[in-house]
C-alpha cells in the first residue's frame, strides 16, 4: 500500500518536484509529504503537559514619609531608613497536569532576602507540590509538598491578584511567608472548583482552588526553616462561592493547632522563657468575601493564643491574640482597562512567634489605594498608609510608631 501511494502522488507531482536532489539522503516523494506523526495515545508527552508564567513587583515606599522610624518586618523590608526602589517579588512558577489525576506546581522567588536585609536579591524555594487525585474528577486530592496552609483567605490569595500591597498582620502572622511542609486534603465538587477557577480568571480577585474542605497536617514551623520538635500542625477549612444573583459571596471557617517551638538565634540575651521554647499555637478565624461585581468587600477576623513578650516582665509568655481587617473594593472596567479602587482598615492586637522574643504588637492602620491594570500584563498601585504601630522586645520596649507615607508599585504579569 505505502509503495501504491507513493507511485500515485509521485506521477500526480510537477515535473520540478521530481527532479529536486535528494539533499537530505531521502527518496525526493518523502520530503513532498508531511512529516511522520506519532501513533495516537490519547496522551500527552509530559513537556506538551508543563507550562510556565511569573509575575514581578517593584516598590518604592518613602514618597510623603513621615516617620523613617516606622517599619514593618512581616510585611515589607523596604519601609523606613534606608528603605529604596526594592523587588518585592519575581516569580517564576512551572506547573501541569501530567496525568488527570496527577498535577504539579513549582515556584522559586528570585527577590527573597537574607538575614532581614533588603539589600541584595537570591532564590528561595516557596511552592513544590503535587496533587494526587483520589477519584477520576479529582474531587477529592491529596496535596503533598511544601505549600500555603489553607487558613485565612488573604493568606492564600495570590500577591498577584490580591489588591492591598501586603497581607494583613492579624491572620498573616500566624504563618510567615503563608506555607510549610505538610500533607493537605481538598474537597470540591467539579462545578465549585470551576466556580474558583473562574473568580481568579475573570479579574474577581479570588484565593484559587483550596477546595470547599480541606484537612491537613504540617510542620508548624513555616517553609524552608527546619522542623524544631516532634509535633505537627492540625488545620481544617471549611469555605464556599455561594452565587446569589449576579453576585457570589464566600463565608468561610478555619482553625489550626499545634506547638510553635522558637529558635535559640530568635532570643535576645536576657530574655525570659519557658525553658523549652516551645508554646501553644492556636487559632481560629472567620471569612466572609463579597466579590467585586462591581462593589467587593472581604472581612476576616481570628482570634487564639501563643507566644507573646510581655514588656511587663521582660518574658515570652503564652497570651491571647485578636484582630483582623475588611476591605471595600469597586471594580470599574473602561475600555480595555481596569481600575479597582479600595480601602483596608485593620487591627492586630498579639504576638508574632516568627520575630525576636515573640514580639508584642498592637497595630491600627488605613490604607488607601488604587489598582490600575492598562493593559493585562501590567498593574500600577498607588496606596497611602496612615500607620499607628507598637511592636516590642526586649531591646525595644515602649516602641510605638505612627507615621504616614505613599506607597507605589509595578506588577509585571506574564
Same mark, same amino acid.
Given at each position: 500500500?505505502?509503495?501504491?501511494?507513493?507511485?500515485?502522488?509521485?506521477?500526480?507531482?510537477?515535473?520540478?518536484?521530481?527532479?529536486?536532489?535528494?539533499?537530505?539522503?531521502?527518496?525526493?516523494?518523502?520530503?513532498?509529504?508531511?512529516?511522520?506523526?506519532? /501513533?495516537? #495515545?490519547?496522551?500527552?508527552?509530559?513537556?506538551?503537559?508543563?507550562?510556565?508564567?511569573?509575575?514581578?513587583?517593584?516598590?518604592?515606599?518613602?514618597?510623603?514619609?513621615?516617620?523613617?522610624?516606622?517599619?514593618?518586618?512581616?510585611?515589607?523590608?523596604?519601609?523606613?531608613?534606608?528603605?529604596?526602589?526594592? +523587588?518585592? !517579588?519575581?516569580?517564576?512558577?512551572v506547573y501541569g497536569q501530567l496525568h488527570p489525576r496527577v498535577y504539579f506546581y513549582l515556584q522559586p522567588d528570585f527577590a527573597s532576602t537574607p538575614g532581614g536585609s533588603n539589600t541584595g536579591q537570591f532564590a528561595q524555594l516557596r511552592d513544590?507540590?503535587?496533587?494526587?487525585?483520589?477519584?477520576?474528577?479529582? !474531587?477529592?486530592?491529596?496535596?503533598?509538598?511544601?505549600?500555603?496552609?489553607?487558613? =485565612?483567605?488573604?493568606?492564600?490569595?495570590?500577591?498577584?491578584?490580591?489588591?492591598?500591597? $501586603?497581607?494583613?498582620?492579624?491572620?498573616?502572622?500566624?504563618?510567615?511567608?503563608?506555607?510549610?511542609?505538610?500533607?493537605?486534603?481538598?474537597?470540591? /465538587?467539579?462545578?465549585? %472548583?470551576?466556580? +474558583?477557577?473562574?473568580?481568579?480568571? $475573570?479579574?474577581?480577585?479570588?484565593?484559587?482552588? *483550596?477546595?470547599?474542605?480541606?484537612?491537613?497536617?504540617?510542620?508548624?514551623?513555616?517553609?524552608?526553616?527546619?522542623?524544631?520538635?516532634?509535633?505537627?500542625?492540625?488545620?481544617?477549612?471549611?469555605?464556599?462561592?455561594?452565587?446569589?444573583? !449576579?453576585q457570589i459571596i464566600e463565608p468561610g471557617l478555619q482553625a489550626y493547632s499545634g506547638r510553635y517551638s522558637m529558635a535559640k538565634d530568635q532570643l535576645t540575651g536576657g530574655v525570659k522563657h519557658n525553658g523549652t521554647l516551645s508554646y501553644p499555637d492556636e487559632?481560629?478565624?472567620?471569612?466572609?468575601?463579597?466579590? /467585586?461585581?462591581?462593589? =467587593?468587600?472581604?472581612?476576616?477576623?481570628?482570634? =487564639?493564643?501563643?507566644?507573646?513578650?510581655?514588656?511587663?516582665? $521582660?518574658?515570652?509568655?503564652?497570651?491571647?491574640?485578636?484582630?483582623?481587617?475588611? #476591605?471595600?473594593?469597586?471594580?470599574?472596567?473602561?475600555?480595555?482597562?481596569?481600575?479597582?479602587?479600595?480601602?483596608?482598615?485593620? *487591627?492586630?492586637?498579639?504576638?508574632?512567634? *516568627?520575630?525576636?522574643?515573640?514580639?508584642?504588637?498592637?497595630? %491600627?492602620?488605613?490604607?488607601?489605594?488604587?489598582?490600575?491594570?492598562?493593559?493585562?500584563?501590567?498593574?500600577?498601585?498607588?496606596?497611602?498608609?496612615?500607620?499607628? %504601630?507598637?511592636?516590642? $522586645?526586649?531591646?525595644? !520596649?515602649?516602641?510605638?510608631?505612627?507615621?504616614?507615607?505613599?506607597?507605589?508599585?509595578?506588577?509585571?504579569?506574564?
Amino acid at each position: 500500500m505505502k509503495y501504491l501511494l507513493s507511485a500515485l502522488l509521485l506521477s500526480a507531482a510537477p515535473a520540478w518536484a521530481q527532479t529536486l536532489p535528494d539533499t537530505l539522503g531521502r527518496p525526493r516523494l518523502e520530503r513532498l509529504l508531511p512529516p511522520p506523526t506519532e /501513533p495516537a #495515545t490519547g496522551k500527552k508527552p509530559w513537556y506538551e503537559a508543563v507550562s510556565i508564567r511569573g509575575y514581578m513587583q517593584v516598590r518604592y515606599n518613602r514618597l510623603l514619609e513621615t516617620n523613617s522610624a516606622l517599619k514593618c518586618e512581616q510585611c515589607d523590608k523596604s519601609w523606613g531608613e534606608n528603605g529604596g526602589i526594592f +523587588f518585592r !517579588r519575581i516569580r517564576l512558577i512551572v506547573y501541569g497536569q501530567l496525568h488527570p489525576r496527577v498535577y504539579f506546581y513549582l515556584q522559586p522567588d528570585f527577590a527573597s532576602t537574607p538575614g532581614g536585609s533588603n539589600t541584595g536579591q537570591f532564590a528561595q524555594l516557596r511552592d513544590a507540590y503535587f496533587d494526587v487525585g483520589l477519584d477520576a474528577q479529582s !474531587r477529592l486530592r491529596l496535596r503533598l509538598g511544601q505549600s500555603k496552609i489553607p487558613y =485565612g483567605f488573604e493568606n492564600m490569595q495570590s500577591s498577584q491578584h490580591r489588591l492591598p500591597l $501586603d497581607r494583613n498582620d492579624a491572620l498573616n502572622s500566624a504563618v510567615v511567608n503563608e506555607r510549610d511542609l505538610g500533607a493537605f486534603l481538598y474537597w470540591a /465538587p467539579v462545578t465549585v %472548583r470551576r466556580r +474558583f477557577k473562574a473568580l481568579v480568571d $475573570d479579574g474577581l480577585k479570588g484565593s484559587g482552588d *483550596y477546595g470547599v474542605l480541606a484537612f491537613g497536617v504540617y510542620n508548624g514551623q513555616a517553609a524552608n526553616r527546619p522542623e524544631q520538635n516532634n509535633g505537627l500542625h492540625v488545620v481544617a477549612r471549611a469555605s464556599y462561592p455561594l452565587p446569589l444573583g !449576579r453576585q457570589i459571596i464566600e463565608p468561610g471557617l478555619q482553625a489550626y493547632s499545634g506547638r510553635y517551638s522558637m529558635a535559640k538565634d530568635q532570643l535576645t540575651g536576657g530574655v525570659k522563657h519557658n525553658g523549652t521554647l516551645s508554646y501553644p499555637d492556636e487559632r481560629a478565624a472567620a471569612s466572609l468575601v463579597l466579590y /467585586p461585581q462591581p462593589f =467587593g468587600l472581604q472581612m476576616e477576623y481570628n482570634v =487564639g493564643r501563643g507566644p507573646e513578650f510581655n514588656p511587663a516582665t $521582660d518574658s515570652i509568655e503564652v497570651r491571647r491574640l485578636h484582630g483582623g481587617y475588611a #476591605t471595600a473594593s469597586y471594580r470599574a472596567r473602561v475600555g480595555g482597562q481596569q481600575l479597582y479602587p479600595f480601602v483596608r482598615g485593620q *487591627y492586630y492586637r498579639g504576638g508574632k512567634k *516568627y520575630e525576636r522574643d515573640a514580639r508584642s504588637y498592637r497595630v %491600627r492602620e488605613l490604607e488607601i489605594g488604587l489598582e490600575w491594570q492598562p493593559v493585562k500584563y501590567l498593574e500600577l498601585v498607588p496606596m497611602y498608609t496612615i500607620s499607628d %504601630r507598637r511592636f516590642e $522586645d526586649l531591646q525595644t !520596649r515602649g516602641n510605638r510608631q505612627r507615621g504616614r507615607l505613599l506607597r507605589l508599585q509595578a506588577q509585571l504579569n506574564f
